[in-house]
T-cell receptor, first 113, second 114 residues
Framework: AQSVSQHNHHVILSEAASLELGCNYS??????LFWYVQYPGQHLQLLLK????DPLVKGIKGFEAEFIKSKFSFNLRKPSVQWSDTAEYFC???????????WGAGTKLIIKP | DAGVIQSPRHEVTEMGQEVTLRCKLI?????LFWYRQTMMRGLELLIY????????DSGMPEDRFSAKMPNASFSTLKIQPSEPRDSAVYFC????????????FGPGTRLLVL
């Protein structure tokens, strides 16, 4: 069965620190990859997505993610975080042959001011 | 362009009562997903509709839950009778292309069953 693994459930950083959140998936075929963000008390919003092409994807608010097919990974990065980045981040994968998004468990990111 | 619209945003009810949650899709989208989010279980897919037809309802917890799409732009999720363990945030999301495209989420309904 397909699965998505987010390595860290909680991450605490200081402002201006660099961020990398891990995401690995288990599926051998062609995939669409997503990162969603959920700010406290709000709904999920799309941060960035990869369907095809350049494996380095840039999203909103300075976030980027790199798809490494050989490692089945789609890690999220930001060079310098801000207090307003405090949120929960979800990685999701969708096989081209399937409608269903497989969700990771989420990573709660806390940025200390 | 309006996003996904959900109502009510908050619902507090007593055990045994019927609860109806509503969702309006983004215009032109043909896929609708209902999710439930709790601290314990995270984000769970309850049911998926494509072109008004339920395709996968394997995530619906039990017979107390039912969902409908009376037309292409609107859906309801009903819980009857409600129980305290149904307390959660319920999101609906819509997308194009049978769900293989980006899912756009509504603001959610925060349900508390006493």
């Amino acid at each position: 069965a397909q699965s998505v693994s987010q390595h860290n459930h909680h991450v605490i950083l200081s402002e201006a620190a660099s961020l990398e959140l891990g995401c690995n998936y288990s599926y051998g075929g062609t995939v669409n990859l997503f990162w969603y963000v959920q700010y406290p008390g709000q709904h999920l919003q799309l941060l960035l997505k990869y369907f095809s092409g350049d494996p380095l994807v840039k999203g909103i608010k300075g976030f980027e993610a790199e798809f490494i097919k050989s490692k089945f990974s789609f890690n999220l990065r930001k060079p310098s975080v801000q207090w307003s980045d405090t949120a929960e981040y979800f990685c999701a994968v969708n096989a081209h042959s399937n409608y269903q998004l497989i969700w990771g468990a989420g990573t709660k990111l806390i940025i200390k001011p | 362009d309006a996003g996904v619209i959900q109502s009510p945003r908050h619902e507090v009810t007593e055990m045994g009562q019927e609860v109806t949650l509503r969702c309006k899709l983004i215009s032109g989208h043909n896929s609708l997903f209902w999710y439930r989010q709790t601290m314990m279980r995270g984000l769970e897919l309850l049911i998926y509709f494509n072109n008004n037809v339920p395709i996968d309802d394997s995530g619906m917890p039990e017979d107390r839950f039912s969902a409908k799409m009376p037309n292409a732009s609107f859906s309801t999720l009903k819980i009857q009778p409600s129980e305290p363990r149904d307390s959660a945030v319920y999101f609906c999301a819509s997308s194009l292309a049978g769900g293989r495209e980006t899912q756009y989420f509504g603001p959610g309904t925060r349900l508390l069953v006493l």
